[in-house]
Nanobody, 112 residues
Framework: DVQLVESGGGLVQTGGSLRLSCAGS????????IGWFRQAPGKERERVSC????????FYSDSVKGRFTISRDDAKNTVYLQMNSLKSEDTAVYYC?????WGQGTQVTVSS
């Protein structure tokens, strides 16, 4: 079974940093692009970032470009999202995605 497990969320002050991790299992990890999405209360889920398989090409939404960095370690079947200069509008549940599979999410709360 495909499993994605996110971790690393928490409460942080404005301007702070967090690193999220997404550990995958049940599939050939390095054969797939992996994405990070987020959903804030009352809002639709939005794509934040993604990283392609093997060559590591990346995408960032305009709202996080220059502040977030996505990376992957295929030896550990893990994708990371380094989040710096966090803002209150980054508060959301962050989800990891591959194909039509989703993790359970990890809560990120940025307080002013």
């Amino acid at each position: 079974d495909v499993q994605l497990v996110e971790s690393g969320g928490g409460l942080v002050q404005t301007g702070g940093s967090l690193r999220l991790s997404c550990a995958g299992s049940g599939f050939t990890f390095d054969d797939f692009a992996i994405g990070w999405f987020r959903q804030a209360p009352g809002k639709e889920r939005e794509r934040v970032s993604c990283i392609s398989k093997r060559d590591g090409s990346t995408f960032y939404s305009d709202s996080v470009k220059g502040r977030f960095t996505i990376s992957r370690d295929d030896a550990k079947n893990t994708v990371y999202l380094q989040m710096n200069s966090l803002k209150s509008e980054d508060t959301a549940v962050y989800y990891c995605n591959v194909l039509n599979f989703w993790g359970q999410g990890t809560q990120v709360t940025v307080s002013s």
